[in-house]
T-cell receptor
Framework: NAGVTQTPKFQVLKTGQSMTLQCAQDMNHNSMYWYRQDPGMGLRLIYY???????DKGEVPNGYNVSRLNKREFSLRLESAAPSQTSVYFC????????????FGPGTRLTVL | DQQVKQNSPSLSVQEGRISILNCDYTNSMFDYFLWYKKYPAEGPTFLISISSIKDKNEDGRFTVFLNKSAKHLSLHIVPSQPGDSAVYFCAARFGDQFYFGTGTSLTVIP
């Protein structure tokens, strides 16, 4: 039981490049989330998916797209990376009836030069 | 505009004593409040939560208090242990959206 896994762990991009951050969970959770963590800003919600086939914007969605590929997987795409997207990205999941308890992945540290 | 605020970036406490971490919020529509703990290079882990209709929730050494009139919540850890040294995030839920504070780094001194 791996919980929530994220790939890659680290990534360096140049401005304008694109990439997809992958997230998968094996806990049969309905809800999945993408956050970014920046110094002095805490965690901010980018996008979430309440169930397979649905996605919604969070607090800071600009510059990102998401895909809920199936119940297990929720990917985050940067189409044209900018230095302001340098951050640590966390994926999380939760049961429908216990949405307060989110299970987080280990994070992806992204640097955009 | 930060809706959930943790005004103390750091806190040091002696082992065995009480740790009190504080959090303030601005949105009266939040229906759940949560605390997460984070070690370096790991994702946050859930600690404890409280519904907005309650004023206290206890789980072992951890107790969360909610004061809705003051829009304030606190996490008490008693007794504090060196393994509690981590960053603690307060968070609040409104519908499907979660808002996190900036975190308080707790150091428990042996």
């Amino acid at each position: 039981n791996a919980g929530v896994t994220q790939t890659p762990k680290f990534q360096v991009l140049k401005t304008g490049q694109s990439m997809t951050l992958q997230c998968a969970q094996d806990m049969n959770h309905n809800s999945m989330y993408w956050y970014r963590q920046d110094p002095g800003m805490g965690l901010r919600l980018i996008y979430y998916s309440a169930s397979e086939g649905t996605t919604d914007k969070g607090e800071v969605p600009n510059g990102y797209n998401v895909s809920r590929l199936n119940k297990r997987e929720f990917s985050l795409r940067l189409e044209s990376a900018a230095p302001s997207q340098t951050s640590v990205y966390f994926c999380a999941s939760s049961e429908e009836r216990r949405r307060d308890e989110q299970f987080f992945g280990p994070g992806t540290r992204l640097t955009v030069l | 505009d930060q809706q959930v605020k943790q005004n103390s970036p750091s806190l040091s406490v002696q082992e065995g004593r009480i740790s009190i971490l504080n959090c303030d919020y601005t949105n009266s529509m939040f229906d759940y409040f949560l605390w997460y703990k984070k070690y370096p290079a790991e994702g946050p882990t859930f600690l404890i939560s409280i519904s907005s209709i309650k004023d206290k929730n206890e789980d072992g050494r951890f107790t969360v208090f909610l004061n809705k009139s003051a829009k304030h919540l606190s996490l008490h850890i008693v007794p504090s242990q060196p393994g509690d040294s981590a960053v603690y995030f307060c968070a609040a839920r409104f519908g499907d959206q979660f808002y996190f504070g900036t975190g308080t780094s707790l150091t428990v001194i042996p």
